[in-house]
């Protein structure tokens, strides 16, 4: 009777298993299949709410917009919002354009600045695990948290990035060494077609500042 139960237990334990995975995943495969999601297609659009919890304190107010990221290595933010407010990544320089301001801040970003962006979902796995230590706790409820602690010990201090087994991001955390946290959670994955360069670039409106960092 005991050996029956035993083999019982174990057939009920294959039927839980998430379908969408086999076993327990490293985090280089965890990595491998967040690439592939937001690579496979020429860009992908996704909604985004975006808060900020200086250490010590309470969230501020949530920003909310979509964000197109665009393999190798750019992206762009459009809030919501009177501003206009919009951040892109051409892969070398950040540009920050406020339309209401009429100004558009321009710097050429550093390794750990970069560290900061999403560029994560689309970086070739083995760059990342080289400049992060990685650990991977799978939930009950079948997602994936992945935490990248850097390996130089500066910034950022802390990255955990809450995912679908198949590599779709719901959630990214980023703690910087002096506590201060950014939290993006994102939805509404769509794939899209290749977008011009001019969408990471920015030609702003005649009249607008540039300032340069």
């Given at each position: 009777m005991r050996h029956r139960l035993t083999v019982l237990s174990a057939l009920l334990l294959v039927l839980a298993w998430p379908a969408t995975g086999q076993?327990?995943?490293s985090?280089?495969?965890?990595?491998e299949r967040i690439q592939k999601k937001y690579s496979s297609s020429p860009s992908v659009k996704v909604t985004f709410v975006q808060t900020y919890a200086p250490s010590g304190?309470?969230?501020?107010?949530?920003e909310t917009g979509t964000l197109?990221?665009?393999?190798?290595?750019?992206?762009?933010?459009?809030?919501d919002g009177p501003e206009g407010k919009l951040f892109t990544f051409d892969g070398k320089a950040g540009r920050q354009y406020v339309a209401r301001d009429r100004q558009m801040i321009v710097k050429t970003l550093t390794n750990e600045e970069?560290?900061?962006?999403p560029l994560l979902f689309l970086s070739d796995p083995r760059q990342v695990l080289s400049q992060f230590e990685a650990k991977v706790v799978e939930t009950a409820a079948g997602a994936?948290?992945?935490q990248l602690s850097p390996r130089s010990g500066r910034e950022p201090g802390q990255i955990t990035v809450f995912a679908s087994r198949?590599?779709?991001l719901k959630r990214l955390v980023v703690l910087d060494p002096a506590g201060n946290k950014t939290t993006f959670t994102f939805t509404k994955l769509e794939p899209g077609k290749k977008r011009p360069a001019s969408d990471f670039t920015l030609n702003p409106p005649a009249g607008t500042k540039i300032v340069t960092g």
């Open positions: 076993g327990p995943l985090p280089t495969t965890m990595l304190f309470g969230e501020t107010a949530p197109v990221l665009q393999a190798p290595d750019s992206l762009r933010f459009e809030y970069r560290a900061r962006l994936v948290d992945l198949d590599g779709e």
